[in-house]
């Protein structure tokens, strides 16, 4: 019954037409995004939906190149528990393969609130999102090439990885902090401290 539903509702045009009703729903008589982590609708599958790595989102192995389409369904994500994304609109949840972050943050703009630095980005899909205890970022370093992923948290568990000219921009921003007596190389927003790695460690890299 659920693969049912995957082929009759779930097509490209079915689901945006769900997506696009979910989205006129407003909170307390003003817009605001679908209020999905209070939906619980059935699970009726997976969709064959992907976003790869540089935001790109595909369906059925096409990129979907309507950017409003995009932004619809960038509006009903969810990120379980279970670690897997879901589209969720109030009558369904059909889950879609994220091969890095939903998420692509592609601009970074820098003022001063109470003497405080505050980090704001633009995600590919047009959210504004300041960096904050609410809104924290995260710094990984993978690879043979130990290279540098800082992810922001936009809503709920989702992220936006932070594009690479972007990342450039954000590390030049970084200083050193003690934290718990290790100094550290870090990052300020918002009056609040996120680290990216022992200072000791960037100095060995930037001696490499």
């Not at 003003?30 to 595909?58: H, Q, Y």
């Not at 969810?78 to 890095?100: A, C, M, N, Q, S």
């Amino acid at each position: 019954m659920a693969g049912e539903t995957i082929q009759t509702a779930t097509d490209a045009a079915g689901l945006a037409a769900l997506i696009s009703r979910a989205a006129d729903q407003k909170a307390g008589g003003k817009p605001s995004l679908p209020p999905v982590d209070k939906w619980n609708p059935p699970f009726c599958g997976d969709l064959d939906m992907e976003i790869r790595a540089d935001g790109t989102w595909f369906y059925m192995g096409t990129p979907i190149g309507r950017q409003p389409l995009v932004r619809l369904f960038s509006t009903v994500l969810r990120k379980d528990e279970d670690g897997k994304t879901y589209l969720v609109t109030p009558v369904e949840k059909v889950g879609i393969r994220v091969e890095d972050a939903p998420f692509l943050a592609v601009e970074m703009s820098r003022s001063i609130r109470d003497g405080k630095q505050v980090l704001t980005f633009r995600t590919n899909v047009g959210d504004v999102v300041e960096a904050s205890a609410e809104h924290p970022i995260r710094f990984v370093i993978e690879g043979e090439n130990s290279e540098l992923k800082p992810y922001l948290l936009v809503r709920g568990r989702l992220e936006a990885l932070v594009s690479r000219p972007v990342m450039y921009d954000l590390v030049e921003l970084g200083e050193t902090v003690d934290i718990d007596g290790v100094p550290m190389f870090a990052i300020r927003s918002a009056g609040e401290v996120f680290p990216v790695m022992p200072a000791s460690e960037l100095e060995t890299l930037s001696h490499d």
